[in-house]
């Protein structure tokens, strides 16, 4: 079991910059892929970026060149870093791990909103 906790949402004006934490805990060891997600109100959770073990990072293309993913091993905690943030990605961040063998675990969310 891996257990997750964000860190680092809060309300931003629109052009601004965010960092957001995710500390995991529990069987790190297993850990593969670390994801961020977001939900914004009426709309499902989507992949906003995620890096592998081995450092191999996506990002979706609406984030591409204004966010970066980013995993320290020896704090056992992935960052994503968020600029030029813009007010329609008002959302809920959410921080997930992808195991080995599978197992998906999902921190409790953290609230970004960026002002116009």
């Known amino acids: 079991q891996v257990q997750l906790v964000e860190s680092g949402g809060g309300l931003v004006q629109a052009g601004g910059s965010l960092r957001l934490s995710c500390a995991a805990s529990?069987?790190?060891?297993?850990?593969?892929?670390m994801g961020w997600y977001r939900q914004a109100p009426g709309n499902q959770r989507e992949l906003v970026a995620d890096?592998?073990?081995?450092?191999?990072?996506y990002y979706v293309d609406s984030v591409k060149g204004r966010f970066t993913i980013s995993r320290d091993n020896a704090k056992n905690t992935t960052y994503l870093q968020m600029n030029s943030l813009k007010p329609e990605k008002t959302a809920v961040y959410y921080c997930?791990?992808?195991?080995?063998?599978?197992?998906?675990?999902w921190g409790q969310g953290t609230q970004v909103t960026v002002s116009s």
């Open positions: 890096i592998t073990s081995g450092g191999t990072t």
């Open positions: 529990g069987r790190i060891f297993s850990i593969d892929v």
């Open positions: 997930n791990a992808l195991t080995t063998w599978g197992q998906s675990s």
